[in-house]
């Protein structure tokens, strides 16, 4: 289940492969570089949104990461559609 503790390394069945991957002692994907997670959940609760990773057009704009937050220059809305792919398998 997403956020219930550390997902070891290559065992991230939920991540979409073309826009997160997962890392050792992180409790969500990550995102790739050229992708992106919104900082605030639409449910409020104070995590970040990382049931969808959205694409960027720049690399150097979202590198991708752990801190893989989108930057407030692609406008993106909490409750943006996650429509190119870049979203987490229940």
């Known amino acids: 289940m997403l956020g219930s503790g550390s997902l070891p390394k290559g065992q991230c069945v939920h ?3 073309t826009a997160a991957t997962c ?3 992180v409790w969500h994907p ?3 570089a050229g992708r992106c997670f919104l900082p605030r959940h639409p449910k409020g609760d104070g995590v970040p949104d990382v049931r969808c990773f959205h694409r960027c057009e720049a690399g150097d704009t979202c590198p991708g990461g752990i801190a893989g937050l ?3 220059s692609l406008g ?3 409750n943006a559609p996650c429509t ?3 979203f ?3």
């Open 15 to 17: 991540c979409p492969p």
């Open 23 to 25: 890392q050792a002692g």
């Open 30 to 32: 990550v995102p790739i």
């Open 70 to 72: 989108c930057p407030k």
């Open 76 to 78: 993106l809305t909490p």
């Open 84 to 86: 190119d792919g870049g």
């Open 88 to 90: 987490v398998q229940p």
